[in-house]
């Protein structure tokens, strides 16, 4: 297939992880009502995909590396997919926080794919300067059509509360995504892919206390756990 076209197929990923990292933050008022959660809890909703998201891109990277990128591109956007509708069906405000992180979790092996194909789609270094350039415009883009849609989804009241609106919209895109990438991507491999080894304890320890720390902080807001804090923090 066309670079160009499976570059364009690889931007739904930049797409969608922007835009749901944005989209929250005009719908907090309606998510906060809709689902009974208090600010403690609607701060979790936030941070926990944000957590998520940053502390598995390093692994997403190497997994692409190893297991091939297409193949990490495509399950990744399927769990995407399927956390999204997780959240838009959240009942209590714990599973929206368990929902959020896995579907930051997933974007974190979604989105090193995109970086990874733009070195190897473009190896002439003005192809891939456009490149990057389309790259910083769909970043921006989905910021803007984060909070744009994240207002107006949450307005919505149809069938089912507004808020969840913005969740289940990931749907229909990662559908399409899921096709285009199945049908027209090529797969890509490093070639010292079979150096790579996963360290699970490290990522464990790596992201449990930047949880811990978050959910303290946000916590402190509610009430005093002040014991609780010194405990986390050392």
Same mark, same amino acid.
């Given at each position: 297939?066309?670079?160009?076209?499976?570059?364009?197929?690889?931007?739904?990923?930049?797409?969608?992880?922007?835009?749901?990292?944005?989209?929250?933050?005009?719908?907090?008022?309606?998510?906060?009502?809709?689902?009974?959660?208090?600010?403690?809890?609607?701060? &979790?909703? #936030?941070?926990?995909?944000?957590?998520?998201?940053?502390?598995?891109?390093?692994? @997403?990277?190497?997994? !692409?590396? /190893? *297991?091939?990128?297409?193949?990490?591109?495509?399950?990744?956007?399927?769990?995407?997919?399927?956390?999204?509708?997780?959240?838009?069906?959240?009942?209590?405000?714990?599973?929206?926080?368990?929902?959020?992180?896995?579907?930051?979790?997933?974007?974190?092996?979604?989105?090193?794919?995109?970086?990874?194909?733009?070195?190897?789609?473009?190896?002439?270094?003005?192809?891939?300067?456009?490149?990057?350039?389309? &790259?910083? #415009?769909?970043?921006?883009?989905?910021?803007?059509?984060?909070?744009?849609?994240? @207002?107006?989804?949450? !307005?919505? /009241? *149809?069938?089912?509360?507004?808020?969840?609106?913005?969740?289940?919209?990931?749907?229909?895109?990662?559908?399409?995504?899921?096709?285009?990438?199945?049908?027209?991507?090529?797969?890509?491999?490093?070639?010292?892919?079979?150096?790579?080894?996963?360290?699970?304890?490290?990522?464990?320890?790596?992201?449990?206390?930047?949880?811990?720390?978050?959910?303290?902080?946000?916590?402190?807001?509610?009430?005093?756990?002040?014991?609780?804090?010194?405990?986390?923090?050392?």
């Amino acid at each position: 297939a066309n670079p160009w076209f499976q570059f364009l197929i690889l931007l739904t990923a930049p797409l969608l992880t922007v835009i749901d990292a944005f989209i929250v933050n005009v719908a907090i008022p309606t998510i906060e009502k809709g689902i009974g959660a208090n600010h403690a809890e609607i701060q &979790l909703v #936030i941070a926990s995909y944000l957590l998520g998201y940053a502390s598995f891109q390093i692994t @997403g990277s190497r997994a !692409g590396d /190893h *297991f091939g990128r297409k193949k990490v591109f495509f399950w990744s956007m399927l769990f995407f997919t399927f956390s999204s509708c997780l959240c838009g069906l959240s009942q209590t405000p714990s599973q929206l926080i368990a929902a959020r992180f896995f579907q930051g979790l997933s974007g974190a092996f979604m989105m090193p794919q995109t970086l990874s194909y733009l070195q190897v789609l473009f190896p002439e270094t003005g192809e891939r300067t456009k490149a990057i350039g389309y &790259l910083g #415009i769909t970043l921006g883009t989905a910021a803007i059509i984060g909070q744009v849609a994240g @207002g107006f989804l949450s !307005g919505i /009241h *149809f069938v089912v509360d507004g808020w969840r609106f913005i969740f289940l919209i990931n749907l229909p895109v990662g559908m399409v995504a899921l096709w285009a990438t199945k049908t027209y991507l090529e797969e890509t491999y490093y070639s010292f892919a079979c150096c790579w080894r996963i360290g699970a304890p490290g990522h464990v320890l790596r992201c449990l206390p930047h949880y811990f720390r978050t959910q303290c902080i946000a916590e402190r807001a509610e009430r005093c756990v002040s014991a609780y804090s010194v405990a986390v923090w050392f």
